[in-house]
Each structure stands twice: as structure tokens, then as C-alpha cells.
């Protein structure tokens, strides 16, 4: 008998990114968004203590020049030797925010829909009313298209006798 050979260890499915600010590992599936993984670092800083904001995450290995992920970048591992980390302060600028500072996304929620001059809500009743006669009207045309495929046979019969 054939003994059973130890299946090979599959690389992990996480990335491992270093906080600059505070020190902590962060980890990540692969695939993440760098915009993502940046918010996420960034909302979980202890802000009491005036520790910077990350501004991108970059790969970097000692030796080598950085290799930094753009907001829209999937971060992902490089190899042996190399790390991801933080940076604090951007050689350049981000969606015009000068630098050295630090970006953070902001959310907003709408509370509700407007027509374009904010005067008064875009969801009227008569929009809510031409709804509904469109579901009607739509109905009706599948009710009619219903009887005239039920009755098709009889037309053709009829028109076949006839001539």
C-alpha cells in the first residue's frame, strides 16, 4: 500500500498590512481594495492621541524602491521579502488635498429624492399614479394577446373555410 503523502500548504488567503501610525497588523483577504483597506486603518486609529492618518498603503523590501497602491489598486503579495505598510505623508497630491495630509472618506447618506429645484419631492402621487396605469395597460395587452392566441386556431380555420 501506497503510504499518503502530506497535502502541500497552500498560501495564506490574507495580506498583512503594518499601520505606520500605530504600530498594529491589520489583515486583509486577498483582492481588498487599497481605498478599503486604508479606510478600515484609518477608522480604527486611536484619534485622541493625534496619530496621522494613513494617506495609500505601499509594498516595500529593503533594497528596493516602494511600490505604492493607488485608491483603486487590489493589494496583493509580492513575494518573499516583501511587506505592506502605511504611508503617512504622499509624494504627491490626493484628489487635491495637499501634502502631508492625511485623506479620509467620507460617507453621506440621502435622506430623500428631490426634483432638480429642491422645491418639493420628485415621488408624487401622479407619479405614483402613472405607475399604476402602466401596470394596468400592461395587464389589459396581456389579456388581449391571450384571447387572440386562444381563438388563433378558430380565425385560421374560419379564414381556411372560407376560401
Not at 408624487?124 to 392566441?149: D, E, P
Request: net charge positive; proline share 9%.
Amino acid at each position: 500500500m501506497a503510504e499518503a503523502k502530506p497535502a502541500p500548504r497552500s498560501p495564506p488567503s490574507f495580506l498583512e498590512v503594518i499601520c505606520k501610525s500605530s504600530g498594529k497588523t491589520r489583515r486583509f483577504a486577498v483582492g481588498t481594495d487599497a481605498r478599503f483597506a486604508v479606510s478600515l486603518i484609518n477608522g480604527r486609529l486611536d484619534r485622541g492621541r493625534g496619530k496621522p492618518l494613513a494617506s495609500y498603503i505601499e509594498a516595500f523590501k529593503e533594497g528596493e524602491e516602494p511600490v505604492a497602491f493607488g485608491p483603486n489598486s487590489v493589494l496583493v503579495d509580492y513575494g518573499p521579502g516583501w511587506k505592506l505598510q502605511t504611508a503617512i505623508e504622499p509624494d504627491f497630491t490626493y484628489a487635491g488635498v495637499p501634502k502631508g495630509v492625511g485623506v479620509r472618506p467620507v460617507t453621506t447618506r440621502i435622506s430623500t429624492v428631490t426634483s432638480p429645484d429642491s422645491s418639493h419631492p420628485a415621488i408624487s402621487f401622479s407619479y405614483i399614479g402613472k405607475i399604476i396605469l402602466a401596470f394596468i395597460l400592461i395587464f389589459v395587452l396581456g389579456a388581449f394577446l391571450t384571447l387572440a392566441l386562444e381563438n388563433l386556431p378558430r380565425l385560421i380555420l374560419f379564414v381556411k373555410s372560407s376560401m
